[in-house]
C-alpha cells in the first residue's frame, strides 16, 4: 500500500504563489507517475498535472506557463509550484500516484486533498 500526504495549501491573493508538497510512503518502490489534480465545487476532478519517475510531465492547458510539477525521487516526494495564481485555480488539490509503466497519468493511489482558495 502507499500512502499520500500532501501539504502547502492555503489563501492566496490572485497573482500570488504556492507550494504544495506531497510525500509519499510505504510500498513505493514500484510506483512509477506522481501528480496532482483538484477539484472545484461542482465540477468533476481534473489532471492538473504528472510527472514519471525518468521526468517526463505532463501539464493541463489551463495551467501550463504558471504551474510546474518537480519531483524528487530520494524524498519520494512530488511538488506542485504554482505562480499567478487565478481565482478559478481555487479547488481541493489531490496528490495521485500510480504503478503503471510509461507515460500514463497515476490515479491509483490518492491523497486526502489540500485546500487551495484564489481571492480576486
Known amino acids: 500500500q502507499v500512502q499520500l500526504v500532501e501539504s502547502g495549501g492555503g489563501l492566496v491573493q490572485a497573482g500570488g504563489s504556492l507550494r504544495l508538497s506531497c510525500a509519499a510512503s510505504?510500498?513505493?518502490?514500484?510506483?512509477?507517475?506522481m501528480g496532482w489534480y483538484r477539484q472545484a465545487p461542482g465540477k468533476e476532478r481534473e489532471l492538473v498535472a504528472f510527472?514519471?519517475?525518468?521526468?517526463?510531465?505532463n501539464h493541463a492547458d489551463s495551467v501550463k506557463g504558471r504551474f510546474a510539477i518537480s519531483r524528487d525521487n530520494a524524498k519520494n516526494t512530488v511538488y506542485l509550484e504554482m505562480n499567478s495564481l487565478k481565482p478559478e485555480d481555487t479547488a481541493v488539490y489531490y496528490c495521485?500516484?500510480?504503478?503503471?509503466?510509461?507515460?500514463?497519468?497515476?490515479?491509483?493511489?490518492w491523497g486526502q486533498g489540500t485546500q487551495v482558495t484564489v481571492s480576486s
Open positions: 495521485a500516484a500510480g504503478r503503471q509503466s510509461g507515460y500514463i497519468r497515476p490515479n491509483q493511489y
Open positions: 510505504g510500498s513505493i518502490s514500484s510506483i512509477n507517475a
Open positions: 510527472i514519471t519517475r525518468s521526468g517526463s510531465t
